[in-house]
């Protein structure tokens, strides 16, 4: 495990670090993954676990890399790995600039909101938060921001939400600061993006979210419009990690931004950069606004920022003896404004140590927490120092004792004596493996950690927003009503129009049925697939073909995957499956080759020879009018059967292998008659048909954006003429025969 360990070290110093001053050169998306592949294949790790002790054990970061790997995949230059000099934003913003949006349609229906929205909480969760802000008067009212689904606020103490951003360009939000005088002028402040989410920025890509930052925006009514302040995304970097506003004068506002710390002093009219370096958190002393503490983000050391004169200027120095450290958190209490915490973690996740000033970050005393594994998975902190601290990480000191604090990473821990022991305050699973002390469960992956006055704790992770009243003893899911889930795929019961499930990122598996949301399946979800015929027929999926098989519509303890001969192949993160049009009971599982099954999965035979024994398939079809012609296709390769599989299925030449195929839709009464969608950002190269079974190819793509096209479906119900639909980073659009593409997005966030 030594080995592992140092060649992760070595692995992630190399695709994860960041100057302090100076970005590091690029590499391209293709010498990243290949480095990734050599680290799992040297080091025996499969699926994210290694043996260590003749124990399975989790290999931590893995499942964000695989994630992000999936998600760039579908934007790069495959053929040079180069990331694109773009995002979906800009081209969006180029795509309303030069189109008629109002083009007429007959396709007008509108989009209205199903969730998800509820959960059991603990395990089970809706989705990230980024940051809780609180209001200054009214303990009932409080906001959160979350990466993609937008800033909510609750009036009543978090029973009712309302989201408040719906019709921005970017929903995702990183950090909120509230006026002082809020409760008469309405004025509140949002960081755009995501700070936390895996970037292109940790793949030495350039850019740095999946929800790119535009930049701070400033509402004055409550968060009904937004405008954009004078900070925008040329000067972020399109990542902002920290928004500060002064706790007396509101004209005064302060953002850490991956190109630096940038300052107003009207309202965000106008920033001035104060800083050059990257620091992802700042807090105000107590009590002296003039002085700012500030932590960087970087490989080699954390380095602590200190303001004395509101941020105009900064000095840098390194808190103690934190070398190896690659983020920092800090926490502060009104109870001791002398006090100041720097929880530090290293580019592996793990802890390097908390570190603790009683002059106001003068000096640092290292409080030897690495001790334990507090980052990591276990209750009792054992096992070997490890965690997701580069993507987790919080930390907040109680305002009325200094020496009571919580700091976050997979779990929750909590001290009460100053740093000199902690013990776990929550736990991100019930199972006794784990969870060895019995602590009350909250989800996994902390974001947020932050006190309202009163003692109250709040605090946000992968799942939602929970809060404890009594000190962690108990801890209370407020999430239900949040709409801020991350889907992967959605599967349409054909016999109970209210049947709906969905795939979600960090939260499992979840089913809609007569209007409620219940959780079906745990881990991250990936497609889904109601059975057409019989909706007691349920198929949900884990990373990498996992297909699990319900026949009741709530139990999912069928792993019919691993009922493949010789056990589950590994797929793609996303593996693609599909149910028969014809037969309910036929399946077919695409991993480097298609597998078939006849009787739900109970047995499977092989339908293909290996198609794509490095990259695995990505997309699978079958023809509704002949189930005997099926497609396939990984990134940038596509492979058609005439026969079902009995024999060798044949080559299809691709319009373009620059960008990866994301999705294959087939005519429903014509087999040869399918359409291809692209990733990427290549103008005219998003959608293709081929009315010949692929043998020659024709773009439609006039109308749409210059955006990633995720996936298409045909409406079979119109029979006079081709209805399609496609998704994207930005919207749904449609296109009715031969005219070009339109919006579709009525309604829709």
């Not at 840098?316 to 450290?325: A, C, E, K, R």
Request: include cysteine.
């Amino acid at each position: 495990m030594k080995k592992i360990a140092i060649l992760f070290l070595v692995f992630t110093s190399m695709i994860f670090s960041q100057k302090i001053l100076q970005k590091e050169s690029k590499s391209s998306f293709n010498e990243v993954v290949n480095k990734f592949a050599k680290f799992e294949k040297d080091n025996h790790i499969t699926n994210g676990y290694t043996i260590k002790n003749d124990v399975k054990t989790k290999v931590p970061n893995w499942k964000i890399f695989k994630r992000e790997e999936w998600l760039w995949e579908n934007r790069v230059n495959l053929e040079t790995g180069e990331f694109p000099k773009t995002n979906s934003i800009i081209e969006y913003s180029k795509y309303k600039q030069s189109k008629n949006l109002n083009k007429e349609t007959s396709l007008n229906e509108s989009w209205s909101n199903l969730g998800t929205n509820s959960s059991t909480g603990g395990y089970a969760g809706i989705g990230r938060i980024n940051c809780i802000a609180f209001h200054p008067s009214d303990a009932n009212t409080f906001w959160v921001g979350s990466p993609s689904g937008g800033i909510w606020r609750t009036t009543d103490g978090g029973s009712n939400w309302t989201i408040l951003n719906n019709n921005e360009n970017v929903l995702g939000v990183s950090d909120i600061a509230i006026t002082s005088d809020y409760a008469t002028s309405n004025t509140l402040y949002i960081a755009t993006g995501d700070r936390d989410g895996g970037s292109m920025w940790s793949l030495s890509g350039g850019q740095s979210a999946d929800n790119t930052s535009q930049g701070v925006f400033k509402s004055t009514d409550g968060g009904a419009t937004w405008t954009a302040t004078g900070l925008t995304s040329a000067e972020t970097g399109s990542k902002i990690y920290r928004l500060l506003i002064h706790p007396t004068n509101n004209l005064i506002l302060i953002a850490s931004t991956i190109n630096g710390i940038y300052k107003t002093i009207n309202g965000g009219t106008n920033w001035t950069q104060v800083n050059v370096n990257s620091f992802i958190d700042m807090e105000f002393k107590p009590g002296d606004p003039t002085t700012i503490y500030a932590s960087t983000i970087r490989y080699g050391d954390v380095y602590l920022g200190k303001s004395t004169n509101t941020g105009d200027s900064f000095g840098i120095s390194i808190p103690g003896t934190s070398n190896g450290g690659y983020r920092g958190e800090i926490a502060v209490s009104a109870n001791n404004d002398a006090v100041v915490y720097i929880l530090v973690a290293d580019n592996t996740g793990g802890l390097v140590d908390i570190y603790k000033s009683t002059d106001s970050g003068v000096s640092f005393t290292a409080l030897g927490a690495s001790s334990k594994s507090m980052l990591g998975y276990y209750s009792d902190g054992s096992g070997a120092n490890t965690g997701q601290g580069t993507y987790d990480l919080c930390i907040a000191a109680s305002p009325s004792d200094a020496n009571t604090v919580y700091i976050g990473g997979v779990n929750t821990w909590k001290t009460t004596d100053g740093g000199a022991t902690w013990g776990i305050s929550n736990m991100w699973t019930s199972y006794s493996g784990y969870n060895k002390s019995g602590a009350p469960v909250a989800h996994a992956d902390k974001h947020a950690l932050a006190f309202q006055s009163g003692g109250v704790l709040f605090e946000g992770n992968d799942g939602g927003i929970y809060k404890t009243t009594d000190g962690g003893t108990s801890w209370s899911d407020l999430s239900n009503g949040l709409v801020i889930s991350q889907l992967y795929r959605i599967g349409v019961s054909q016999t109970n129009s209210s049947k709906v499930m969905t795939g979600l990122q960090d939260n499992g598996s979840k089913l809609y049925n007569g209007g409620f949301w219940n959780d079906v399946k745990g881990g991250d979800g990936m497609e889904c697939i109601i059975d057409y015929s019989d909706a007691n027929y349920m198929y949900a999926t884990y990373v990498r073909g996992q297909i699990s098989r319900s026949t009741n519509g709530s139990s999912f303890s069928t792993d019919i995957s691993a009922n493949i001969p010789g056990g589950q192949p590994t797929g793609a993160w996303v593996t693609p499956y599909v149910i028969d049009p014809n037969n309910s009971t036929t399946l077919f599982a695409g991993y480097d080759k298609v597998w078939k099954t006849s009787d739900r999965g109970n047995s499977w035979t092989s339908a293909s020879q290996v198609l794509s024994s490095s990259d695995k398939l990505r997309s699978l079809a079958i023809a509704p009018s002949n189930s005997l012609i099926l497609y396939a296709a990984d990134k940038t390769n596509m492979w058609k059967t005439t026969d079902g599989g009995a024999t060798n299925w044949t080559a299809i030449t691709l319009p373009s292998t620059s960008t990866s195929i994301t999705y294959i839709a087939v005519h429903p009464t014509d087999a040869n008659t399918l359409w291809i969608t692209y990733g990427g950002y290549v103008a005219g190269q998003k959608v293709y048909e081929s009315t010949d079974g692929g043998v020659n190819w024709t773009s439609i793509s006039t109308g749409l954006p210059n955006l990633p096209i995720m996936s298409i479906v045909h409406n079979k119900s119109v029979t006079s003429k081709n209805i399609l639909f496609v998704g994207t980073d930005l919207g749904v659009y449609a296109k009715e025969g031969a005219n070009d593409w339109v919006e579709y997005n009525s309604g829709l966030p």
